[in-house]
């Protein structure tokens, strides 16, 4: 992978399917913690979703309920915060890490009980976040994923990160569409961190594919006040 940093649409742009995926990361000017979310979708299930902000916390709905099919894996909680930690998942993971962090538990340790979704043939990797808010900021990334393309047994990658100002990483589900979906390889993807919240979200949403983008968040939390500042995007205007 290396150390070339790129900006988020030279990283989605073009690609008609990254899947699920998780950007986090520190402002240009060192001020704020950033962070950001989004799905896609391929199926009339899939693409049945919004994000919906409650507080600290945003959820997945379905905007249909009439045609929701299997719930299990596309209505969940993507961002959930306890105390001074911002747990950011694609998946019920973020519940199982809540609880161990509410039990005085670790990130990884959480993961640790938790594999990869159980939708063969693409066995999705579940990706997760957590963002340390409480002294120095620091952020850790995650991915479970299939070790063979029967999905016999589980890797797990844990990614531990000291901010550097105006960078971040990028983890995402799949590399490309295809059938079965292609698994996410390597290391977290660097990317720029703008100053402007607003700026970082509209990049996104503007740069993922236009047919497959269902939902995105982005969040900047201030470091010295913890004021926070967000943005949500839903391809089914509820929240318009």
């Known amino acids: 992978m290396g150390y070339e940093v790129k900006s988020m649409k030279q990283r989605i742009a073009g690609n008609p399917y ?9 402002s240009a000017d ?15 299930n899939s693409r049945n979703r919004v994000f919906v902000e409650q507080g600290e916390e945003v959820v997945i709905y379905p ?13 969940y909680s993507p961002v959930k915060r306890v105390e001074n930690d911002v747990i950011v998942t694609n998946g019920d993971q973020t519940d199982t890490i809540e609880r161990y962090l509410r039990a005085g538990k670790c990130f990884r340790c959480a993961l640790k009980t938790r594999s990869f979704e ?32 029967a999905g016999s047994a589980c890797n797990r990658f844990t990614f531990d990160y000291e901010p550097l100002d105006g960078v971040g990483h990028f983890l995402h589900t799949y590399v490309t569409d295809g059938d ?22 509209r990049e996104i949403w503007e740069n993922l594919d236009e047919n497959n983008k269902i939902s995105l968040y982005c969040r900047a939390i201030d470091l010295e006040s913890g004021a926070s500042e967000s943005v949500l995007y839903n391809k089914h205007e509820v929240n318009a």
């Not at 698994?183 to 402007?196: A, L, M, S, Y």
Request: charged share 25%; aromatic share 10%; net charge negative.
């Open 118 to 149: 159980p939708d063969a043939p693409n066995y999705t990797p579940r990706i997760s976040a957590i963002l340390h808010l409480g002294g120095k900021f620091s952020y850790e990334m995650s991915i479970l994923k299939s070790a063979d393309k």
């Open 180 to 201: 079965p979906l292609p698994t996410f390889e390597g290391e977290p993807e660097c990317v720029c961190i703008p100053d402007d919240v607003r700026a970082f979200a």
């Open 30 to 44: 060192g001020k704020k913690a950033m962070f950001a979310y989004f799905i896609m979708g391929r199926s009339e």
């Open 18 to 26: 990254v899947g699920r995926g998780i950007a986090v990361g520190k």
């Open 63 to 75: 905007f249909d309920e009439s045609k929701v099919e299997d719930p299990s894996l596309i209505i």
